[in-house]
Nanobody, 122 residues
Framework: QLQLVESGGGLVQPGGSLRLSCTAS????????IAWFRQVPGKGREGVSC????????NYADSVKGRFTISRDNAKNTVYLQMNSLKPEDTAIYHC???????????????WGQGTQVTVSS
């Protein structure tokens, strides 16, 4: 089973920034599309962003477009989510997941990390 570990969450004021990291353990990320999802207790899971294995293709939910940036450093076996201009509605547990394809549109995301809490509040 692929293991992913998220880090970088925390408490930030509205308008602030955080950078989340998703690091693989026991395997290399080179051939996997990686996605970030978020979930608020009692609500459904929302896809936030996805990046292809090469990093050449990315996509974003409309709710974060222009504020969040996904990137990857395959040499460090890590995918990042830079979150700027954070809003209270961005508060959630953020999970990364590895897909079974190089491409986001073709991937089934079956391997998940434990998640990291992001809280945006004054």
């Amino acid at each position: 089973q692929l293991q992913l570990v998220e880090s970088g969450g925390g408490l930030v004021q509205p308008g602030g920034s955080l950078r989340l990291s998703c690091t693989a353990s026991g395997f290399t990320l080179d051939h996997y599309a990686i996605a970030w999802f978020r979930q608020v207790p009692g609500k459904g899971r929302e896809g936030v962003s996805c990046i292809s294995s090469s990093g050449g293709s990315t996509n974003y939910a409309d709710s974060v477009k222009g504020r969040f940036t996904i990137s990857r450093d395959n040499a460090k076996n890590t995918v990042y989510l830079q979150m700027n201009s954070l809003k209270p509605e961005d508060t959630a547990i953020y999970h990364c997941a590895a897909g079974d394809s190089d491409y986001c549109s073709k991937a089934d995301f079956g391997s998940w990390g434990q998640g990291t809490q992001v809280t945006v509040s004054s």
